[in-house]
């Protein structure tokens, strides 16, 4: 333990609306905290900046899933296994499923939120690929009101999110439209449990005649921050995936992926390989709507 | 006659593990004493350098603060080992990053904190040496041009045996010398093939799940002199503590007391570190005149304890196109660290197991430990056995390859058998069967029929599977002389109910000491299991039955717990008529009446070898150990071309190590093992920079879990050992041999491609086929006589 704890002020207020009044009398003073397991690991290295920490684990308003207007609604709170265990996302979302499937440990997805996920802002983060590949909106909340924007603008850079020091993110909206798509992901990890990203790709499309629509890709470890591809998606929209064609396809795409990849070297692996398996993942993804 | 209790191998549960499973075990953070103070080491931030000064920050009030410098130490500042060469606490020079400097202690542990951020140390940096190959250059740049700016060690000059940036060196005949010398010039002149390999294997963390601590006590005699210290903690060789206490404080034995307490976990981690440790806390309580306790968290323990030794092992082989051993040379080189510390030790194992188990018709060993300014490497369970092996095996293979023979064939060629002599010249007088072995393991893993299957599967899938085995020996107990010089005393004490407890220093730390030695004794004096006690490892209460390390702890101190047991059975049949065949009532009532008329009872036994043993010191030559254990085990893996991963998929584990005494422990220690040689083979990388460990944590020092581990298929022979108990050998370090070299084949065999270097992770694959040409790898048949292995280990920050 790297930290004094009796140099941290840890409060749980009885309401959402208690948090929020609380996050906007002094801003940036205080931080929310979900399930701790980001902040925790943070504590004990000794780099959590925040001493004053604003308990939402246990409000109810921000941990619910329910399908309305056609979209399906997630609460920030909700949790890992939550996810897991929903039968509406089982049915709508895979991707999601699949990705909290794969944080962490048990423990960790009993206390982990997707709110945590997001916020926390990792490049290297489990669920935002799925998320970016199904196209996903966030609702922040303030004390002085809401606002909903697309989820692909929420993170400005590494570890950067719009979220201003008074907002929480409230909610994540995804709206069910993939019933005929076809649907990709996979992590490629250190190891196959308690694994941290080396590259993730989500990808979601529609194949009509042989033919690529609407195709979303979603990626970890890409660049400083997850990422939807969209440059990718540009050249494989209305691509053919006729066997005279699919070789041709799939090398456009792998360029037009290397394009935008800006991968680092770091502890966990290094930029080319990150570039390489990434346009293994894509390859393995044409592949297999073609075959 | 009733039958005898059959305890020995049966599988009764631990002595402690009641304890365990219930939270009651208390561990050393679990200790408090009265009054205890809190320690915390101050420790350099460069890799080697002068000190030129230390700042004491104005914003903590420094007189709350128990400080110790090296000035402090009472009697010489070493930690002593092997050589006297590791300074207890840095004086005014560095030799590795993460080295103790200073020590500090408080009343509250979160006040450390702070006073660690506050305490600033300037270096005037040297340059640093951090590889073999650095250390080596270092050496070859003193010679050829006077430069001794990197030689690092010794420090101050001294005069050690290895020279100039090396502890230790040996040189091994598998004959006479020159004799051998001759028959190697011939053989390499007649050879059909003369094959070359080299093979490197990484550091490796033991990751005992408790982390090192301690807590010491220090004593005065009324005039304000210290009597006596004493620590208790985590570890695995009380008895080290003690010496290295006694220098340390200038205090003789019996005023240098060490208790174990219950320990979390060691794999040799445990068997020099603690004698740094236990020296600091107790250093901190003679100055403070407080009890302190130091606990190191996991990164202070991953980045600031010892690791096990990186290795380069080089072979030069004369074969016959047959596939027959003519001739070889072999070196093999560690990099030690910044100190000696157990590295020619270390290096001695490596080097007689350098052999593998085969026929060497002449052979030549040579050896040596570099220095670098690492923290010092150190034990870790097989002992240097698992780098050479890594050499030998990878090698065989590699012969097999250049000869277009299997490796089945070649090994099948060349195996030791009963009534052969090893390298060293011990003749092999007990049963060895490496042939049936070899059958056997291969069949149990359905090798024959997955080389044909994958063969063909392998063609269209990116997926490439493969299998691979390799076939090896681990020599139990100390090497050649050692265990006559430990001289290793066992006890075994009758107390006041009339039933028996044994007193030894061999320590449970997981593993299942406890409970073997309680069987041993249950067994031979016929009493049931639970009736069997063990004395608290505290030296002032136990003899020094050895340390608990090279996999001695089930031969040669079981059989010394079999010799005291047998001894008091005689003992009580004499003096007090116990009668043969004694029912429980009858052995406590014996034994009543005995301490009745005398007072107490005790039974002593003192290390002798069962058959005589023959070592030459000096030549390296002669009975190495007093017995083998032998093994084969076969590897499968998958390699994802995609992502460029390699998994074992099934391992196979065949062992002969005597009698099996606890079926379900001596399981346990195969899987354990097992799984601990796929992580050195394929996960487990130490990323050093300058010398620190920078991923000193588990989300980045990548051990396998559950999730990453296959089904690990263990299976016995047992052959009988006259040096064991009813026949028992040693098992706790061969299982980290095989698995390395194993997976490494199984990985050539799966996509042509033979890598030399461990650990091998998916991006070492992926630079390797990437430069080979080939996208997706592929059967390709390299010229396996040409080392092709990138080695590409660095990593950008
Ligand atoms: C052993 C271990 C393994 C892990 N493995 C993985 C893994 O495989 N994949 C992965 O992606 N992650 C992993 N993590 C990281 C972590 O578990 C996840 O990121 C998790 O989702 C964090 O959620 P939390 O609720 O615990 O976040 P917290 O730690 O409570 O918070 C994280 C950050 O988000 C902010 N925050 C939380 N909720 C909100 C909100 N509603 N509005 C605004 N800000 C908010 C906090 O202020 C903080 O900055 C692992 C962590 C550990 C300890």
């Given at each position: 333990m790297h930290s004094d704890v009796t140099q941290f002020d840890l409060a749980a207020p009885p309401s959402l609306q208690a948090v929020l009044k609380q996050l906007a009398a002094e801003p940036g003073k205080h931080a929310p905290i979900a399930g701790g397991t980001e902040m925790m690991v943070a504590l004990g290295a000794g780099?959590?900046?925040?001493r004053s920490l604003l308990s939402?684990?246990?409000?109810?308003?921000?941990r619910f899933i329910r399908v309305e207007d056609r979209l399906l609604h997630i609460g920030s709170g909700t949790t890992f296994t939550d996810i897991r265990r929903s039968a509406e996302i089982a049915k709508h979302l895979p991707l999601l499923v699949q990705s909290a499937s794969w944080t962490g440990s048990v423990a960790n997805q009993n206390r982990g939120t997707i709110g945590g996920n997001i916020c926390n802002?990792?490049?290297?983060?489990?669920t935002p690929p799925a998320l970016l590949a199904y196209g996903a909106t966030v609702t922040l909340v303030s004390a002085s009101g809401e606002r909903t924007m697309r989820y692909v603008d929420f993170?400005?850079?590494?570890?950067?999110?719009?979220?201003?020091?008074?907002?929480?993110?409230?909610s994540i909206h995804v709206p069910?439209?993939?019933?005929?798509h076809r649907q990709y992901i996979r992590k490629v990890g250190t190891?196959?449990?308690q694994a941290i990203s080396k590259i993730a790709l989500a990808a979601v499309a529609k194949v009509e005649e042989q033919r690529l629509a609407d195709v979303r890709l979603g990626a970890a470890s890409l660049t400083d921050r997850p990422v939807r591809c969209s440059a990718t998606e540009a050249v494989l929209s209305g691509a053919s995936l006729a066997s005279d064609a699919l070789e041709e396809t799939i090398r456009l795409a792998r360029a037009a992926l290397a394009g935008e990849t800006h991968a680092i070297d770091d502890i966990r692996s290094t930029a080319r390989y990150r570039g390489a398996v990434a346009g293994n993942l894509l390859e393995e993804f044409l592949r297999s709507l073609a075959g | 006659m009733p039958q005898r209790n059959a305890i020995l191998g049966a599988s009764p549960i631990r002595k402690e593990g009641r304890a365990k499973v219930l939270g009651a075990a208390q561990y050393t953070d679990d200790l408090a004493l009265p009054d205890m103070w809190h320690g915390a080491t101050v420790r350099?931030?460069?890799?080697?350098?002068?000190?030129?000064n230390i700042t004491f920050a104005h914003?903590?009030?420094?007189?709350e603060f128990c400080i110790v410098r090296a000035?402090?130490?009472?009697?010489?500042?070493v930690i002593v080992?092997?050589?006297?060469?590791?300074?207890?606490l840095a004086n005014g020079?560095?030799?590795?990053?993460?080295?103790?400097i200073l020590l500090i202690a408080h009343?509250?542990?979160?006040?450390l904190l702070r006073a660690l951020k506050n305490i600033h140390i300037d270096y005037d940096e040297l340059p640093g040496v951090f590889t073999i190959e650095e250390s080596e250059a270092a050496v070859k740049a003193l010679v050829e041009?006077?430069?001794?700016?990197?030689?690092?060690?010794?420090t101050p000059k001294?005069?050690?045996?290895?020279?100039?940036?090396?502890?230790k060196t040996y040189e091994m005949y598998s004959g006479d010398a020159e004799k051998t010398e001759t028959g190697l010039e011939a053989a390499f002149e007649t050879a059909d093939f003369i094959v070359e390999g080299e093979y490197a294997t990484g550091a490796q963390e033991q990751l005992y799940i408790e982390n090192n601590g301690v807590i010491a006590e220090c004593f005065y005699t009324?005039?304000?002199?210290?009597e006596s210290v004493c620590v208790r903690g985590?570890?695995?060789?009380p008895f080290y503590l003690v010496h290295a206490l006694t220098l340390v404080f200038g205090l003789p034995d019996d005023k240098c007391r060490v208790i174990q307490v219950?320990?979390?976990?060691?794999?040799?981690?445990k068997e020099d570190f603690p004698s740094v440790i236990g020296s600091h806390a107790a250093l901190l309580a003679m100055k403070s005149k407080h009890p302190v306790k130091i606990i190191y968290d996991r990164a202070e323990d991953m980045a600031g304890t010892t690791k096990r030794h990186p290795s380069r092992t080089r072979h030069r082989t004369a074969v016959r196109k047959?596939?027959?051993?003519l001739g070889g040379t072999i070196e093999v080189t560690l990099?030690?660290?910044?100190?000696?510390?157990l590295s020619s030790t270390v290096l001695s194992r490596a080097t007689i197991h350098a052999s593998g188990p085969y026929k060497w018709p002449h052979l030549r060993v040579r050896s040596k430990a570099m220095a670098t300014n690492l923290p010092p490497h150190g034990a870790f369970r097989g002992f240097g056995a698992p780098q050479s092996l890594f050499g030998v095996e990878r090698h065989m293979d590699r012969i097999a390859h250049t000869l277009g023979l299997t490796p089945e064939e070649v090994r099948r060629k060349n195996f030791l058998g009963t009534g052969d002599t090893t390298?060293?010249?011990?003749?092999?007088v007990d049963k060895v069967d490496m042939q049936h072995m070899l059958t056997r393991a291969l069949n149990e893993a359905g090798y024959h029929e997955k080389v044909a299957r994958f063969a063909e599967e392998n063609k269209h899938s990116l997926i490439k599977r493969g299998v691979g085995f390799a076939a090896f020996m681990h020599g139990t107990?100390?090497?050649?002389?050692g265990e006559r010089r430990l001289n290793s005393l066992v006890y075994l004490d009758v107390l006041e109910d009339g039933l028996p407890q044994i007193l030894v220093s061999?320590?449970?730390?997981?593993?299942g000491t406890n409970t073997i030695l309680s069987q041993v004794a249950a067994q031979t004096l016929n009493l049931?299991?639970?009736?069997i006690r063990l004395a608290q490892p505290d030296t002032s209460v136990v003899?020094?039955?050895?340390?608990?390390?090279?996999?001695?702890?089930?031969m040669i101190v079981g059989k010394l717990v079999e010799r005291a047991s047998l001894q008091m059975l005689e003992t009580l049949r004499l003096q007090?008529?116990?009668?043969?065949?004694?029912t429980r009532e009858e052995f406590i009532a014996a034994a009543k009446a005995y301490r009745a008329q005398y007072g107490t009872l005790r039974a002593s036994a003192r290390y002798e070898p069962p058959a005589p043993i023959f070592w030459d010191d000096e030549k390296y030559?002669?009975?190495?150990?007093p017995g083998y254990a032998w093994a084969v085990y076969v590897a499968e893996v998958a390699v994802?071309?995609?992502?460029?991963m390699a998994t074992c998929t099934r391992f196979d584990a065949l062992q002969e190590?005597?009698?099996?005494?606890?079926p379900v422990l001596a399981k346990g220690q195969v899987e354990g093992g097992v799984a601990q040689g796929i992580g050195y083979a394929l996960y487990e990388k130490c990323v050093w920079k300058d010398g620190h460990?920078?991923?000193?944590?588990m989300t980045n020092y990548i051990m396998p879990t559950s999730a990453d581990l296959p089904p690990i298929h263990v299976h016995f022979e047992e052959v009988p050992s006259?040096?064991?108990?009813?026949g028992a050998k040693g098992i706790g370090?061969?299982?980290?041999?095989?698995p390395a070299p194993a997976i490494m084949n199984a990985i050539e065999n799966a996509t042509g491609i033979s890598f030399?270097?461990?650990?091998?992770?998916p991006e070492d694959i992926f630079e390797r086929v990437q430069s080979l040409g080939?996208?997706?790898?592929?059967?390709e048949d390299l010229?396996?006589?040409?080392?092709?292995?990138?080695?590409?280990?660095e990593v950008s920050a």
């Open positions: 780099r959590l900046q925040q939402i684990q246990h409000l109810r308003e921000l802002a990792s490049p290297a983060a489990d993170h400005l850079g590494y570890k950067k999110t719009a979220l201003r020091p008074d907002e929480l993110l409230h069910l439209v993939f019933g005929d190891r196959n449990a | 350099s931030t460069v890799a080697r350098g002068y000190i030129r914003e903590v009030n420094w007189d000035s402090d130490i009472p009697g010489k500042n080992h092997l050589m006297q060469d590791h300074p207890c020079y560095v030799n590795h990053p993460d080295e103790p009343p509250e542990k979160a006040a041009k006077n430069d001794d700016s990197r030689i690092i060690w010794p001294a005069d050690y045996e290895g020279g100039p940036n090396c502890f009324q005039q304000g002199e210290v985590s570890m695995q060789c219950e320990t979390g976990g060691a794999f040799g981690g047959d596939g027959t051993l990099d030690g660290g910044a100190y000696a510390t390298a060293t010249g011990q003749p092999l107990g100390f090497t050649g002389s061999s320590t449970e730390f997981g593993q049931p299991y639970e009736d003899p020094n039955s050895g340390p608990t390390v090279a996999s001695r702890t089930a007090v008529h116990l009668p043969a065949d004694h030559r002669g009975d190495a150990y994802d071309m995609r992502t460029y190590v005597g009698k099996v005494m606890h460990l920078a991923n000193n944590q006259i040096h064991g108990p009813m370090e061969l299982p980290m041999d095989g030399c270097t461990i650990p091998l992770l080939h996208p997706h790898g592929g059967t010229d396996p006589s040409v080392d092709r292995d990138t080695r590409v280990e």
